[in-house]
């Protein structure tokens, strides 16, 4: 349990050592300057966001942390579902899987990734994944952060089935695409 915890505290904080090493690190007025403790289980303001209304979706290192450099999240996953197929216009995009077994597509590269595995994809390539597993974990970063925070708030907030065009709708307030369907077992 304490390797889990090392690891996942440990390639939480990698993005920004990368971003620190460019010269991109210095600090910002608008980040936060003080550590902070995101517990197990819970977000980093108290907000849970849920993907499809039943899966844990926290943010656990917000953007506001990081003055827009960075985004970290925590997914738990309860079903063998993903996102639809698209491409970040603007973001690089990591996952490092802690429990399940995933499918990740990215350009014309399919990957099985187990606990302990990490993908990275570039943005404008794009990407979806598939939950293997009944349940599984992710944790998983942007960067920049761009909105993906307000994005999923945004679609946590929708009660009732979207259309393609909405959805497509909110993917691009949010600098994201849609190019195609999930994937599927």
Same mark, same amino acid.
């Given at each position: 349990?304490?390797?889990?915890?090392?690891?996942?505290?440990?390639?939480?904080?990698?993005?920004?050592? *990368?971003? !620190?090493?460019?010269?991109? @690190?210095?600090?910002? #007025? #608008?980040? =936060?300057?003080?550590?902070?403790?995101?517990?197990?289980?819970?977000?980093? *303001? @108290?907000?849970?966001?849920?993907?499809?209304?039943?899966?844990?979706? &926290?943010?656990?290192? #917000?953007?506001?942390?990081? !003055?827009?450099?960075?985004?970290? *999240?925590?997914? =738990?996953?309860?079903?063998?579902?993903?996102?639809?197929?698209?491409?970040?216009?603007?973001?690089?995009?990591? /996952? +490092?899987?802690?429990?399940?077994? +995933? %499918? /990740?597509?990215? @350009? &014309? %590269?399919?990957?099985?990734? $187990?606990?302990?595995?990490?993908?990275?994809?570039?943005?404008?390539?794009?990407? #979806?994944?598939?939950?293997?597993? &009944?349940?599984?974990?992710?944790?998983?970063?942007?960067?920049?952060?761009?909105?993906?925070?307000? /994005? /999923?708030?945004?679609? &946590? !907030?929708?009660?009732?089935?979207?259309?393609?065009?909405?959805?497509?709708?909110? $993917?691009? %307030?949010?600098?994201?695409?849609?190019?195609?369907?999930?994937?599927?077992?």
């Amino acid at each position: 349990m304490k390797r889990k915890h090392f690891l996942q505290t440990t390639l939480a904080a990698l993005p920004a050592l *990368f971003l !620190a090493k460019a010269g991109l @690190g210095a600090p910002a #007025s #608008s980040a =936060t300057s003080e550590p902070f403790v995101v517990r197990a289980g819970n977000s980093r *303001f @108290g907000e849970h966001l849920k993907y499809r209304g039943q899966h844990p979706n &926290d943010v656990v290192i #917000s953007r506001r942390d990081t !003055a827009d450099a960075l985004s970290v *999240f925590a997914y =738990t996953g309860y079903a063998k579902i993903g996102p639809s197929l698209h491409v970040h216009l603007h973001q690089d995009e990591w /996952f +490092y899987v802690l429990a399940g077994h +995933y %499918r /990740f597509v990215v @350009g &014309d %590269r399919q990957e099985e990734l $187990h606990p302990g595995d990490t993908i990275f994809l570039p943005r404008t390539i794009p990407h #979806s994944w598939l939950q293997l597993s &009944d349940q599984g974990q992710l944790l998983y970063a942007v960067q920049p952060a761009g909105t993906l925070e307000e /994005f /999923f708030k945004e679609m &946590d !907030a929708v009660k009732a089935p979207l259309s393609a065009e909405e959805a497509q709708q909110i $993917h691009r %307030r949010h600098g994201m695409k849609i190019v195609g369907p999930p994937l599927t077992l």
